[in-house]
Nanobody, 115 residues
Framework: QVQLVQSGGGLVQPGGSLRLSCTAS????????IEWYCQAPGKQRELVAT???????NYADSVKGRFTASRNNAENTAYLQLNSLKPEDTAVYYC?????????WGQGTQVTVSS
């Protein structure tokens, strides 16, 4: 049974930081690329960051320089470091493990940026 379990969301003030985690079980984690998405209320889910099996990262323009994706294959865990958070970053954040056409989603974690 494949599971992606997310943690690390919460309430933070503008300018603050959070680190999201995505821990996988039931897959050979190192063979999967990891994608991070966010979905704000009333909006479509959108891609914010990706990290390849080799550690290459890509970011949406809106988060470049503020968010950092990383992975620890020994721990079957991917991370998304969120810095300099803005109120418009408020959303549910999802991780997705992807290998060709096989995809698995995490359950999502809420990030709320508010003073």
């Amino acid at each position: 049974q494949v599971q992606l379990v997310q943690s690390g969301g919460g309430l933070v003030q503008p300018g603050g930081s959070l680190r999201l985690s995505c821990t996988a079980s039931g897959i050979i984690f190192k063979t999967y690329a990891i994608e991070w998405y966010c979905q704000a209320p009333g909006k479509q889910r959108e891609l914010v960051a990706t990290i390849s099996t080799g550690g290459t990262t890509n970011y949406a323009d809106s988060v470049k320089g503020r968010f950092t994706a990383s992975r620890n294959n020994a721990e079957n865990t991917a991370y998304l470091q969120l810095n300099s958070l803005k109120p418009e970053d408020t959303a549910v954040y999802y991780c997705k493990a992807k290998l060709f056409r096989t995809e698995y989603w995490g359950q999502g974690t809420q990030v709320t940026v508010s003073s």
